[in-house]
């Protein structure tokens, strides 16, 4: 079964630290990794998309990718309570024509 | 730049009663269209979705359906509605299924 896996939280972070979200997946074939946050009562909002290993940065959030571990995560730093949110990892399996979300990190910023 | 739109935002109806969602998107053709439902406190579920005009692919036996009457058109239907299919219902696109799916704003259904 495809699966995309994910600590549901909640994760406290103080405001101005890094927050590390992490996503593992079980297909090893899969390019497309996608992180999107969504606040309550919203819709999600897509903030990430990675295609190959490594870091990619964007602002204050970095994607991590690592396909011989099977892992991909999300770096926020120097947090802020508006960071405050549910994060969706999402796979795009080789063998299936849709994208597999995982069911969320919740991630709360302390002030 | 590309745009969807999806209505109504919010949807209080009757059990037993029909549906009906309609989403469009803008500023780009033939893309992919995705429903997912997601219950309060859970994760998405994918409902249907779409990679042409009248084809449709279902992933969960339910009784709701959907069509895709123009290249930019995905409307949600049921028939008859079960307290079960209330939650906040979501339409997607994206260019193709390689690249990142971006969602409406969403409706929340509401069945009494």
């Known amino acids: 079964q495809k699966e995309v896996e994910q600590n549901s939280g909640p994760l406290s972070v103080p405001e101005g630290a890094i927050a590390s979200l992490n996503c593992t997946y079980s297909?090893?074939?899969?390019?497309?990794f996608f992180w999107y946050r969504q606040y309550s009562g919203k819709s999600p909002e897509l903030i990430m998309s990675i295609y190959s290993n490594g870091d990619k940065e964007d602002g204050r959030f970095t994607a991590q990718l690592n396909k011989a571990s099977q892992y991909v995560s999300l770096l926020i730093r120097d947090s802020q309570p508006s960071d405050s949110a549910t994060y969706l990892c999402?796979?795009?399996?080789?063998?299936?024509?849709?994208?597999?979300f995982g069911s969320g990190t919740r991630l709360s910023i302390r002030p | 730049s590309q745009t969807i739109h999806q209505w109504p935002a919010t949807l209080v109806q009757p059990v037993g009663s029909p549906l009906s969602l309609e989403c469009t998107v803008e500023g780009t053709s033939n893309p992919n269209l995705y429903w997912y439902r997601q219950a309060a406190g859970r994760g998405l579920q994918l409902l249907f979705y779409s990679v042409g005009i009248g084809q449709i692919s279902s992933e969960v036996p339910q009784n709701l359906s959907a069509s895709r009457p123009q290249d930019r058109q995905f409307i949600l239907s049921s028939k008859k509605l079960l307290l079960s299919d209330s939650g906040f219902y979501l339409c997607?696109?994206?260019?193709?299924?390689?690249?990142?799916?971006?969602f409406g704003d969403g409706t929340r259904l509401s069945i009494l």
């Open positions: 997607a696109w994206s260019v193709e299924e390689m690249q990142p799916q971006h």
């Open positions: 999402a796979v795009k399996y080789s063998s299936a024509s849709k994208i597999i």
């Open positions: 297909d090893r074939g899969s390019q497309s």
